[in-house]
């Protein structure tokens, strides 16, 4: 397992954009998936996105593409979320999470970071 510190996250505007990073702190996360999630309050926490080792391969779940985009720098050891045209029911705590998992056949992620908070104002 890897540790993972989210950051980034705040309060914003409607219609603002915000990246998120996730930073793996003790070690290299260059060789794992490395996928963002979020949980809306009262909700169960979903999947947003998640990317390859090397940043050439993604995947978005359908309701969140267009305003998500995922990208990595091994070299920072750090994965980013940017959120483009934030929306109130945005708001929610962003999570990340790590796997050895090929990417294909991903399922369930074995680190976890403590999250960051994003609320968007109307």
């Known amino acids: 397992q890897v540790q993972l510190v989210e950051s980034g996250g705040g309060l914003v505007q409607a219609g603002d954009s915000l990246t998120l990073s996730c930073k793996g702190s003790e070690r290299s996360i260059s060789g794992y998936v490395v996928g963002w999630f979020r949980q809306v309050p009262g909700k169960e926490r979903e999947p947003v996105a998640h990317?390859?080792?090397?940043?050439?391969?993604?995947f978005y779940v359908t309701s969140m593409l267009g305003r998500f985009t995922i990208s990595r720098d091994n070299v920072k050891n750090t994965v980013y979320l940017l959120i483009h045209h934030l929306k109130p029911e945005d708001t929610a705590v962003f999570y990340c999470a790590a796997d050895e998992s090929d990417f294909d056949v991903v399922q369930t992620f074995a680190s976890w970071g403590q999250g960051t908070q994003v609320t968007v104002s109307s």
């Open positions: 990317i390859d080792w090397s940043g050439t391969r993604t």
